[in-house]
């Protein structure tokens, strides 16, 4: 009679380790804590939904330039500097424009907020337009010399 209810034990024992062990890793892996709240993922499509007219919102900015070889430049404007209000303004008053976008966006304005989500707008420098999703805009005021003063000042 032990013989037999040795194993058994031993299967019983088995299950619920790896039970267990199943339990844990699903709680840990999918942040399920039990608690729910009405906070917004901002790594969701609906956390990054942002508008033009959010850009003053940003904490800081990069603008990111793509050169003809492949090559990636990037400068960062602080949220509390005159430069980042200038463009700030020139995004925020922007008006829609006509046309659509082409291989002349080769500057990439990204706008980042504090709960780690982003406003994209790529830019040309050529048309002086940003692009918000499908749709083409003109600044208020002319972006281009600004991303040249950026450049200037980190060449420095």
Do not use: C, W
Not at 38 to 64: N, Q
Not at 66 to 72: F, K, L, N, Q
Not at 86 to 98: E, L, S, T
């Amino acid at each position: 009679m032990k013989q037999k209810t040795r194993p058994l034990i031993l299967v019983i024992l088995f299950f619920v380790i790896v039970s267990t062990a199943l339990v844990l890793v699903l709680r840990f892996t999918t942040g399920n804590d039990g608690v729910e709240t009405d906070t917004v993922d901002p790594f969701s499509a609906e956390g990054r939904a942002h508008g033009l007219g959010d850009a003053g919102k940003a904490e800081f900015l990069t603008i990111l330039v793509y050169d003809g070889e492949g090559g990636v430049s990037s400068f960062m404007v602080g949220g509390s500097t005159r430069e980042f209000q200038d463009f700030v303004a020139a995004v925020r008053d922007a008006r829609q424009a006509m046309g659509e976008k082409d291989d002349s966006f080769s500057y990439l304005l990204v706008f980042s907020f504090g709960d780690r989500s982003t406003l994209e707008l790529p830019y040309s420098r050529n048309r002086n337009l940003l692009a918000a999703g499908d749709q083409l805009f003109t600044p208020s005021s002319d972006i281009g010399p600004m991303i040249a003063g950026v450049e200037e000042r980190f060449a420095r």
